[in-house]
Nanobody, 119 residues
């Protein structure tokens, strides 16, 4: 079974930095695009940043210049968040488009990690 596990969430003051990690596990042939989404209280889940298997990135306008998405050659993805604002407070989810061994291509979500930005 393919799983995504996020880590690195927590509390930080405005202007601070925080890094998130996402680790994929299971029998995987290929991981295509990966992305970070977030959902703030009372709001819909939104795309924060995405990265293709080739390394092309896309960012929400609200985080451009402050967040950096990256991935390594194995099964990990990262989100470096700088100059954090209170409006960045949300549960952050890892997402991946995966081709598992002996299964059809599917979309996988992590369980989420809470990021709180406040004084």
């Amino acid at each position: 079974q393919v799983q995504l596990v996020e880590s690195g969430g927590g509390w930080v003051q405005p202007g601070g930095s925080l890094g998130l990690s996402c680790a994929a596990s299971g029998s995987i042939v290929t991981i295509y695009a990966m992305g970070w989404y977030r959902q703030a209280p009372g709001k819909e889940r939104e795309l924060v940043a995405s990265i293709t298997s080739g390394g092309s990135t896309n960012y929400a306008d609200s985080v451009k210049g402050r967040f950096t998405i990256s991935r390594d050659n194995t099964k990990n993805m990262y989100l470096q968040m700088n100059s954090l604002k209170p409006e960045d407070t949300a549960v952050y989810y890892c997402n991946a488009d995966v081709l598992p061994v002996l299964r059809r291509r599917l979309e996988v979500w992590g369980q989420g990690t809470l990021v709180t930005v406040s004084v």
